[in-house]
């Protein structure tokens, strides 16, 4: 294989990035929802028993029941509502730092290559050039993104080449070189650089080079 494209690192960066956090602040969210809030929650109950059952001298009382007990005077005001709303915000943030982690954990066994007449993928994809049957290049420009569709006999099938999720330099190359060695009809979405005023019908009905057009889109 000639050329091969894994996970690119600003990719894996950010997923590791997302995922530890979300999935830290999760666990910060689970330890006040199972501990540090029904703790304050029941001092604030007694403080409020204390006041129901002691109008008058309920101050006195309380001071005495928290030094008691070691608690500090100063309580956080709680409710079943706070507790509820922090499992509210588990329920959102469990998902994406469990999300991101799945992710970085698929696409850092994944790849993508490509020799002088296969293109390759996760899986031990191994398709032919002659295999391909089109190259949807329309996001390619602009994203980087382009989808690349075979049939090995099996139905339709769809490789796609990211080159934000897979090493860029090594995903172009990929790129280019399948624009060098499949039918320019099958790849449709790139756009031809501008043409010059000057230029005579016979030059005008030349076929744009794949890589020209990429490199003058892109700037």
Known sequence: MDIKAKIASGYRNRLILIAAGALLYSAW??????????????????????????PDTWNEVWAQKAKLNGWDPQLTERSQGDINTQWYMFAITFPIGAFCLF??????????????????????VAVPFDKITAINASRWEAKGIARVRYDLGAGQREVLIDDWKFEREPSDQIFQRLCEHVDPQQITGLSAPDADPSTD???????IDAEEATAASRG
């Open 103 to 124: 992710s970085l954990i698929l696409w850092s066994r994944r790849y993508i290559g490509a020799d002088d007449s296969t293109l390759y993928a996760t899986g031990g």
């Open 201 to 207: 019908a016979d030059n005008l009905a030349e076929p």
């Open 29 to 54: 969210i689970v330890y006040d929802a199972t501990v540090k809030y029904p703790r304050q929650l029941d001092i604030y109950t007694a403080y409020q028993e204390t006041i129901k059952d002691n």
